[in-house]
């Protein structure tokens, strides 16, 4: 069985909420187990997150970036960099604000180069916004357009559920296409060479 960890931070409830969501969506692939992680933890024990084949990042978007906690545990694997455990991975990864746009794209973007510093392996979100299929719009999978990871929208000042449904949507089949990729591509060891010495 394939073993993601979904590692996220949440100040308010919003984005852990959409961490379970996104964690649903992976249970539903028969050969993959999802655990939740906060980032604080993760970032107490950086090399427990080698145990997973697959990493989803999730933050919410501050100040058009990652949170502090979320970049404080992007930091302290720091030590995994050097030794490039991480290489060969799959990662991906997620945000949540407040806003329909809100910069979300660049939260994403800090979890893409973190992934790539690692020698990672990113999933995108390869979803059809549905909205282009007569799906009213709150309730359309991908309504944001977001492809280069999940995005979601926490409506202002709502409860941690306050989402428009198609987020919610979109955050399960985010998680189920994730899983569904690393079974296809799983099935031989993904980390294979030396990454510190050059081919002969
Ligand atoms: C310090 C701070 C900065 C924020 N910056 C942004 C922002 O750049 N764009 C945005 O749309 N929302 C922004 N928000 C709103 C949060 O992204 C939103 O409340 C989110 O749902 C918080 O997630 P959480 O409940 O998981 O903590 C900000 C909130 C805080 C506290």
Same mark, same amino acid.
């Given at each position: 069985? %394939? ?19 996104? /964690? ?6 028969? %050969?993959? #187990? ?9 970032? /107490?024990?950086?090399? !427990?997150?080698? =145990?997973? #084949? ?16 979320? %970049?404080?545990? @992007? ?6 960099? =050097? =030794?490039?455990?991480? +290489?060969? +991975? ?13 910069? %979300? ?13 690692? !020698? ?20 359309? /999978?991908? =309504?944001? !357009?977001?492809?280069?990871?999940? @995005? /979601? ?13 198609? #987020?919610?949507?979109?955050?399960? @089949? ?27």
């Amino acid at each position: 069985m %394939k073993k993601i960890a979904v590692i996220y931070h949440s100040a308010h409830g919003h984005t852990e909420h959409i961490a379970i969501q996104v /964690a649903a969506g992976i249970r539903a692939v028969s %050969k993959a #187990d999802a655990t939740l992680l906060k980032a604080e933890d993760a970032t /107490a024990d950086p090399d !427990g997150i080698l =145990r997973f #084949d697959g990493l989803i990042f999730g933050s919410p978007t501050y100040l058009g970036g990652v949170s502090g906690q979320f %970049k404080t545990f @992007m930091d302290s694997t720091g030590p995994l960099w =050097r =030794r490039q455990q991480l +290489k060969g +991975k799959l990662a991906a990864g997620f945000t949540v604000s407040s806003l329909p746009a809100g910069d %979300k794209q660049s939260t994403l973007g800090a979890m893409f180069t973190f992934s790539m510093q690692h !020698g990672m392996l990113w999933v995108g979100n390869a979803i059809l916004p549905e909205q282009h299929a007569g799906v009213p719009y709150a309730e359309a /999978a991908n =309504r944001l !357009g977001s492809w280069s990871g999940l @995005m /979601a929208q926490a409506m202002h000042s709502s409860p941690a559920d306050g989402f428009p449904s198609g #987020d919610i949507k979109t955050a399960r @089949m985010f998680g189920h296409n994730f899983a569904e990729t690393l079974e296809r591509l799983g099935t031989a060891p993904l980390i294979r060479s030396n990454p510190l010495k050059a081919p002969a």
